[in-house]
């Protein structure tokens, strides 16, 4: 084979493994997204990225710059793809508020928040590949303990992890998080991955069969160890429920899916999803209805649930909402939890922020917690102040986007001595650090108050009851989400659902009583132990795989 004969074949080579491998990977990472029914594909999902990537790294005559912009351009194209199924509730927001037409939305997602996605894959898998020169036993288990100890410190606007989306319903294995933390199940996702990977390998000749039957034996003794832990866990928990504890206590939720139309708050007509007019008459009518429906004879306390955007008012600097408010939670000997926004006038103007409050059965205000994660492009303008000329410009041409400042406490109502609640708001639970602050300051309950009605007929809610099932079972606490237009649903501390849940779109409530009992979570109280210890096991490796496989010579 000649020079030029040579490098077409290299060509064509890379051009069929760039389109191929990217877009396969692309496709089922896209379909690994909650609310599809396709989360399984996960399992497999990151093989043909990881197959394509190493395939490219073995062709000699390509530089190693060009190498690079092959993976990150591999790696950008599935986070392209991905985005672009996943999350096109991204798409329809895009096209509603930021009035594009469909195709510049989905490029927008696509190449924007595909580009988050592309990055953090050529993170994951890209960089180790380039920085390793000889592929043999010791890389692989290296490449996967440096995703392990990664993913957990990774920045990222909203905080996905390929475990998590992969096992969100597997109840057993999930189970397991409340150890290694949903990031740490990429463990087994990805790890399948690298094993298929070695089984290719073994194909070539490069990898000895008994060291791959080593290496499968070992992965299938990882999942006998989560399937095994996950069923005692269920077990345990269910158990420990039944026993009474002194520090426990019984409440009376009752969560209120008014559907309130956003008519009144936003201007393009294609987000009015509902002809229920926002007001507080209406959500005062609403709650009389479900609180009419309890027993007479209910002895435990009783919480009101009104989910984020449905109170019309800005509740601390208007006084006859205030007093209607307080009037109805003495009058029904109620407690109320809602959201509203509030601002404070500084120096440089003034500060606005997402604020839930509690209104005690007595009338009193309790406890009012700002919000700390902000919704980019939403509730804020990332890097901002970096980029004054496009920020400047954003806020000129996306009509219904706010600006807001950030809370920095993860702040715990005490509604009674043995009663601790905390109200974190809407994409508060996509970071891991807010719900698991709370709950070590004591919170027996976490309920998270949503609007996602601005997201259309699309699978945010899906998204936002996956990740809240992740939550819930990291921190071995009960979880309420409580949306505007749904999906509202209690989940217990195993992330199983504990009462129907309300569909798209539907008026309606739901009310439980609940046993507010914390269960002992290792990955909650000690995750920061977890996160060093992958670190660690990355780091044992790169030491023998240095001396012994001799990978970066």
Same mark, same amino acid.
Request: proline fraction near 3%; hydrophobic fraction near 45%; glycine fraction near 8%.
């Given at each position: @084979?000649?020079?030029?004969? %040579? ?43 990881? *197959?394509?990537?190493? %395939?490219?790294?073995? &062709? ?6 060009? /190498? ?9 194209? =599935? ?27 989905? @490029? ?21 590949? +380039?920085?390793?020169?000889? +592929? ?17 410190? *990774? ?6 992890? *390929? ?69 005692? /866990?269920?077990?345990? @928990? ?79 600097? =208007? ?17 109320? +939890? ?63 986007? =706010? &600006?807001?400042?950030?809370?920095? &406490? ?27 602050? @709370? ?62 849940? +309300? ?46 496989? /001799?990978?970066?010579?």
């Amino acid at each position: @084979m000649n020079k030029t004969t %040579k490098k077409q074949h290299i060509r064509q080579n890379i051009h069929i493994f760039f389109w191929t491998g990217s877009s396969i990977s692309g496709i089922m990472l896209g379909l690994n997204a909650p609310g599809l029914g396709t989360h399984w594909l996960g399992l497999i999902s990151l093989f043909p990225l990881i *197959y394509t990537l190493e %395939k490219l790294h073995a &062709e000699e005559d390509i530089s190693y710059l060009k /190498r690079g912009l092959l993976f990150f351009g591999i790696c950008w194209l =599935s986070g392209g793809i991905a985005a672009s199924i996943g999350g096109y509730w991204i798409t329809n927001s895009v096209h509603v508020f930021g009035h594009l037409n469909w195709p510049a939305a989905l @490029m927008i997602t696509g190449f924007g928040y595909g580009l988050e996605v592309g990055f953090q894959l050529f993170v994951y898998f890209g960089i180790p590949l +380039l920085l390793i020169s000889k +592929l043999n036993n010791w890389d692989l288990p290296l490449r996967l303990t440096f995703v392990l100890a990664i993913d957990p410190w *990774y920045p990222r606007l909203i905080h996905w992890n *390929y475990g998590g989306l992969t096992f969100s319903e597997f109840p057993l294995i999930e189970q397991f998080a409340d150890i290694i933390g949903s990031s740490g199940l990429i463990l087994y996702s990805a790890g399948l991955a690298f094993l298929l990977i070695g089984w290719t390998r073994f194909k070539s000749g490069m990898i000895s069969y008994k060291l791959m039957l080593q290496a499968s034996t070992l992965y299938l003794v990882l999942w006998i160890i989560g399937l095994s832990y996950g069923a005692w /866990r269920i077990y345990n @928990m269910e158990l420990n429920n039944l026993v009474t504890n002194t520090r426990s206590s019984n409440l009376t939720v009752l969560v209120i899916q008014p559907n309130f139309s956003l008519q009144d708050l936003a201007s393009s007509p294609e987000i009015v999803h509902s002809e229920r007019h926002h007001n507080l008459e209406n959500l005062l009518a609403d709650s009389t209805k479900v609180l009419a429906k309890l027993p007479k004879n209910t002895s435990t306390d009783k919480l009101l649930v009104w989910p984020e955007s449905v109170f019309p008012y800005a509740y601390f600097k =208007s006084e006859k909402s205030r007093q209607k408010v307080s009037s109805f939670a003495l009058e029904h000997q109620t407690n109320i +939890l809602f959201t509203t926004v509030d601002w404070e006038i500084t120096q440089t103007g003034k500060q606005f922020f997402g604020v839930s409050v509690l209104v005690g059965k007595n009338g009193k205000v309790l406890g009012r917690y700002k919000k700390i994660f902000l919704i980019p492009f939403g509730e804020m303008i990332p890097f901002s102040d970096w980029f004054p000329g496009i920020a400047s410009w954003l806020r000129k041409n996306i009509a219904n986007m =706010s &600006e807001f400042d950030q809370g920095t &406490e993860y702040t715990v109502f005490s509604m009674a001595e043995n009663t601790q609640i905390s109200a974190p708001i809407c994409f508060d639970i996509f970071n891991p650090a807010v719900l698991r602050g @709370m709950v070590l300051k004591g919170s027996q309950l976490v309920l998270n108050l949503s609007n996602l009605a601005w997201f259309g007929h699309t699978t945010a809610s899906d998204n936002m009851v996956a990740v809240l099932r992740w939550r819930a079972i990291e921190n071995r606490v009960p979880v309420i989400f409580a949306s505007n237009n749904g999906k509202s649903v209690f989940i217990a501390s195993n992330g199983k659902n504990i009462s129907q849940q +309300l569909g798209l779109f539907e008026e309606g409530s739901i009310t439980s009583v609940l046993k507010l009992q914390r269960q002992f979570s290792f990955y909650r109280e000690y995750a920061e132990w977890v996160w060093a210890g992958f670190i660690l096991l990355f780091f044992l490796l790169l030491i023998q795989a240095h001396r012994r496989g /001799r990978i970066f010579q």
